[in-house]
C-alpha cells in the first residue's frame, strides 16, 4: 500500500508540474460560407470539403490543398524540420515527401508571410500530423527497473525457498518437533523474502525526479530514470532544439562598389536595414533578422518601401535620396548593373548551412512612384548569410555528453547541407558524412545497421524515416535518448528507451509522448538528468544489495546455526526485528540521498569541469545491473554470515554462564554488521549516517529494556558482550571491503602474461 501510494503520488506531482507545458490554445479557422464571406470557427468543427483562407500569422487547422495562394509562407519546422518557411503555390507537386508539397498546407503549422485559400482534405487524426501522434501512440514504453528487479527476485526466490527446506531438514534431523522444524523454516523463508525492494525502485525515483525537477527537467514516467542511468546514445533533432528555429545573420560578404571601398558590417547592416520599417509581427522572417542584427545602425523607417513578397523576391525601400533593394541574390543580381557571378560564392554559403539574401542601391531623386519599376540599374553591394542558429547551450551540451561517453546523433528533416553544418558547428564528428532518409528506407536491415554505426547525421527524415532510425540504433545495442520539439518527434520520442521533449512553442504532440521535459532552452539539463540516472543506478545498486544481501546473510546464518546446535539461533520476531532495523529505513535512505558533489574528478579542464556529478557522468553508462547485484549480495551476505556467527560462537563459549547471550549476540551481531556496512557505503550521506545511528540506538533499547527484551526473546547484554558484538561487526564489515579487492589483485596476479 505504501509503496502503491508513493508511485501515485510520484505520478500526480508529475502530471500537476507539466499541465501548463502541456496546455493547447483552442485554434480557430476562417471558413468561408458564400458570397465571400467567411465566419471564425473552432478548429474541431472543420470538415472535409471545406474551404479555408489564411493570413500571417494564422495556425493551419487541418491539412488542406491550395486553391489560391499571393506570397504565401508557411513555417513547417514543426511537422517537416525545416528551418526556413516554404513558399507555397497552387501548381501541383505529384509524388513530392511532405517537405516539398508546396501545394498543400497542413495541421499546425504557421503562416508567416502572404494569403491564400484552400480546400480542407483531411482533419484529426487523418492529417499529417496526426499521423505522426498515431504512430507515437502505438509504440510500447520499454519496461524499466521493476523489471530488471523482478529478474533479481526471480533469482533470489529458490535459494530463499532452499534456505527455509534446509532450517526444516536440519532441525529434523536434530530431532525437533516437526511442527517446530516447520515453524522455523517458514520464518526464515519469509524473513529471506527482500519485500522491500518495490518501495526502494520507487522512492529512489521519486526522490531524483523530484531534484530534476527543480533544475529544470520534469519527469513524467519515473521508471524512465533507471533508462537514463543506462543511455549511451543521444539523438538529437536539429530545428528548435539544438537551434533556435529564428533566422539570425551569420555572414556579412561585402562585395564593395568597384572603388576599393567596402565598408564595415555596420556600414551593411545600416545597408540592408535602410529599406524596412521597425520589424513588427508583420514584418518577414528575413526583415526580423537583418534589423535585430543591425540595432543601433537602423535610423528608422524609410521614406517609402516596398514588403518583400515571395512572387517578387525581394523589398525595397527609399532612404535620404537612395534605393535600396534586398531580396534572393538571383533576382536582385538580374537588377545590377555589372554584376559579378555569384554562383560559387552562393554555393559556398549555402554549403554552411546558411540563406543568402544580396544587398543592392543606387541614388534616386525624391521618392519613385513604382519601386519595383525604380529597381533596376542597381550597384551589388554585398551579401547577407541567415541561418537558423544554435541554441547558446547546444555545444556545451554536446561537449559533456561526449566527455560522458555518450554518442551524439542528429536527425533531422532539413536539408543535409544544413543538418551538416548544424551538426559541424554543435561539435559531433563526422558531420560532413550525411545519410537521407530516402537512403536509409531503401537500405536492407544489414546495411541500415551499417549506416547507424558509421553515420552521425541524418537528414530528410519524415517522422516514419525518424521511427525507422530509432528502430535501427536500439537493433544495433543502442540505449537511446530521442530528443525533439515538434509532432514529427512524436512517434520516435515515444519509441526510445528516454523520450525527451524540448520546451518551445509549437504543437505539445513531442511533449506528451515524452518521458522526460525539459522546461527551458537550456539542453544542458539533459546532461544533469542522464547524471540523476547513473547516480539513482547506483543508489538502487547498493540499496538493493542491502536487502537482498543482507536477507542471504540471515539465512546462512541461521542455517549454520541449525546446523551446529539443532534449532535455529535466532526466532521469528527477532527475525522480523532485524528487516525492521536493517533494511526499511537504511536502505531507503541510501535509495533517497543526494548524490555526492565531485571533487577533483579528473576533469578540472575538461567539458564536466565544475559539474557537481562530474565522477558520475565520468564513470559511463551503467550496465549489468544484476550481475553486479548479484556480486555485491554475495559479498554483503557473507560478511553479515561471518559477524553474526562469530559473535554466536562467542556467546555459545559463555552459554552456560549467561542464558540466551548466545541467541542475543548472534541478533545484535547480525543487526550490527548490515548497519555497519551500510554506514561505510553511505559514509558522505548525513541521512544514512543518521538512519543508521537510529537503528543502533533502537536496537539498543529494545535488548537492555527488559519488557521489550522479553517480548523479542533477548537478554540483556554486559558492556564487554557488546564491545564482542561491535568487534564482530567490524570486522565482518571490513572483510566485505578488503576480501573482494585482494581476490581481484590474486587473480590479476595469476593470470599469465598475454
Known amino acids: 500500500m505504501v509503496n502503491a501510494f508513493v508511485s501515485g503520488l510520484q505520478r500526480l506531482r508529475a502530471e500537476t508540474a507539466l499541465e501548463q507545458l502541456l496546455l493547447e490554445q483552442d485554434r480557430t479557422a476562417r471558413r468561408e460560407v458564400g458570397n465571400g464571406r467567411t465566419e471564425e470557427i473552432p478548429a474541431t468543427e472543420l470538415r472535409v470539403g471545406d474551404v479555408v483562407q489564411v493570413g500571417s500569422g494564422d495556425l493551419v487547422a487541418a491539412d488542406a490543398r491550395l486553391l489560391e495562394a499571393e506570397d504565401l509562407e508557411v513555417d513547417e519546422s514543426g511537422l517537416t524540420g525545416e528551418s526556413l518557411s516554404v ?11 511532405v517537405a516539398d508539397r508546396t501545394c498543400m498546407l497542413f495541421d499546425g503549422t504557421t503562416v ?31 519496461a524499466g527497473v521493476q523489471a530488471r ?123 540592408a536595414a535602410a529599406g524596412m520599417g521597425d520589424g513588427d509581427g508583420e514584418a518577414h522572417e528575413t526583415d526580423r533578422a537583418v534589423l535585430d542584427a543591425a540595432g543601433d545602425a537602423h535610423d528608422g523607417p524609410p521614406d517609402a518601401s516596398l514588403p518583400f513578397a515571395a512572387g517578387r523576391g525581394f523589398s525595397a525601400g527609399v532612404r535620404n535620396g537612395r534605393l535600396v533593394v534586398k531580396g534572393a541574390p538571383e533576382v536582385v543580381a ?87 553544418a548544424i551538426a559541424a558547428q554543435a561539435g559531433i564528428p563526422d ?40 528502430g535501427a540504433l536500439r537493433r544495433a545495442g543502442a540505449t537511446l535518448a530521442m530528443t525533439g520539439d515538434g509532432v514529427n518527434d512524436a512517434a520516435a520520442i515515444r519509441l526510445a528507451d528516454v523520450g525527451v521533449g524540448v520546451e518551445g512553442a509549437e504543437s505539445p504532440a513531442a511533449r506528451t509522448a515524452a518521458d522526460l521535459v525539459l522546461t527551458d532552452s537550456d539542453l544542458t539539463r539533459l546532461v544533469d538528468a542522464i547524471a540523476e540516472g547513473r547516480a539513482m543506478w547506483s543508489r538502487v545498486r547498493d540499496a538493493v544489495s542491502i536487502l537482498v544481501g543482507g536477507n542471504a546473510g540471515e539465512v546462512a546464518f541461521t542455517v549454520l546455526g541449525t546446523a551446529v546446535g539443532g534449532r535455529a539461533p535466532v526466532g521469528t520476531r527477532q527475525l522480523l526485528l532485524v528487516n525492521l532495523l536493517t533494511d526499511m529505513f537504511p ?41 553486479e547485484v548479484r556480486r555485491m549480495v554475495l559479498v554483503r551476505g557473507a560478511a553479515t554470515a561471518s559477524g553474526a556467527t562469530a559473535a554466536w560462537v562467542a556467546g555459545r563459549v559463555t552459554g552456560p554462564l549467561f542464558r540466551g547471550r548466545a541467541s542475543t549476540m548472534g541478533l545484535a551481531a547480525l543487526i550490527a554488521t548490515q548497519l555497519v556496512q551500510t554506514a561505510w557505503s553511505g559514509r558522505h550521506s548525513p541521512l544514512v549516517l543518521g538512519t543508521v545511528a537510529g537503528s543502533f540506538a533502537v536496537l539498543l533499547g529494545i535488548v537492555q529494556t527488559p519488557g521489550l527484551s522479553r517480548f523479542f526473546g533477548c537478554t540483556p547484554l554486559d558492556p564487554v558482550s557488546w564491545a564482542v558484538v561491535l568487534g564482530c561487526a567490524v570486522a565482518g564489515a571490513a572483510g566485505a571491503e578488503v576480501v573482494p579487492g585482494l581476490v581481484a589483485r590474486w587473480r590479476s596476479a595469476g593470470t599469465p602474461a598475454g
Open 87 to 97: 513558399g507555397k503555390s497552387v501548381a501541383a507537386t505529384p509524388g513530392a515527401v
Open 431 to 470: 558531420a560532413d558524412r550525411v545519410v537521407t532518409g530516402t537512403q536509409l528506407a531503401r537500405a536492407s536491415e544489414s546495411e541500415r545497421a551499417r549506416l547507424v554505426a558509421d553515420h552521425a547525421v541524418f537528414a530528410r527524415l519524415s517522422p516514419e524515416q525518424k521511427v525507422l532510425l530509432v
Open 112 to 142: 508567416v508571410a502572404g494569403t491564400g485559400r484552400a480546400v480542407v482534405v483531411a482533419v484529426g487524426q487523418s492529417t499529417q500530423a496526426g499521423r505522426a501522434t498515431r504512430a507515437a501512440g502505438g509504440a510500447a514504453p520499454p
Open 334 to 420: 538580374r537588377r545590377c548593373a555589372d554584376a559579378p557571378d555569384l554562383r560559387e560564392r552562393i554555393q559556398e554559403l549555402a554549403a554552411e548551412g546558411l540563406r543568402v539574401l544580396a544587398v543592392a542601391d543606387r541614388a534616386v531623386d525624391g521618392v519613385p512612384d513604382d519601386l519595383d519599376e525604380a529597381a533596376r540599374g542597381l550597384t551589388l553591394r554585398g551579401l547577407v548569410g541567415l541561418a537558423d542558429t544554435l541554441r547558446e547551450s547546444s555545444v556545451r551540451a554536446v561537449e559533456q555528453l561526449r566527455a560522458a561517453g555518450v554518442r551524439v546523433v542528429v536527425a533531422t528533416g532539413d536539408h543535409p547541407e544544413t543538418a551538416a
Open 587 to 627: 536502505a531507503l535512505a541510501v535509495a533517497v540521498a543526494a548524490p555526492r558533489s565531485a571533487n577533483g574528478t579528473g576533469d578540472d579542464d575538461g567539458p564536466l569541469a565544475g559539474h557537481p556529478l562530474a565522477a558520475v557522468l565520468l564513470a559511463g553508462p551503467h550496465s549489468g545491473f544484476t550481475r
Open 149 to 271: 528487479l523482478a529478474e533479481l527476485t526471480s533469482a533470489v526466490l529458490p535459494l530463499t525457498l532452499a534456505g527455509g527446506g534446509a532450517v526444516t531438514l536440519l532441525g529434523v534431523l536434530w530431532g525437533r518437533p516437526l511442527r517446530e522444524a516447520v515453524a522455523a523454516g517458514v520464518a526464515i523463508a519469509v524473513a529471506a523474502v527482500p519485500e522491500g525492494l518495490p518501495l526502494v525502485a520507487t522512492v529512489a525515483q521519486q526522490a531524483a525526479a523530484r531534484r530534476l525537477s527543480g533544475r529544470g527537467a520534469v519527469v513524467r514516467s519515473a521508471r524512465v530514470l533507471e533508462a537514463l542511468g543506462r543511455v549511451d546514445t543521444v539523438c538529437f533533432d536539429k530545428t528548435g532544439t539544438l537551434t533556435e528555429n529564428r533566422l539570425r545573420v551569420a555572414r556579412l560578404v561585402p562585395l564593395g562598389s568597384g572603388s576599393g571601398d567596402e565598408g564595415t558590417d555596420d556600414d551593411q547592416l545600416r545597408l
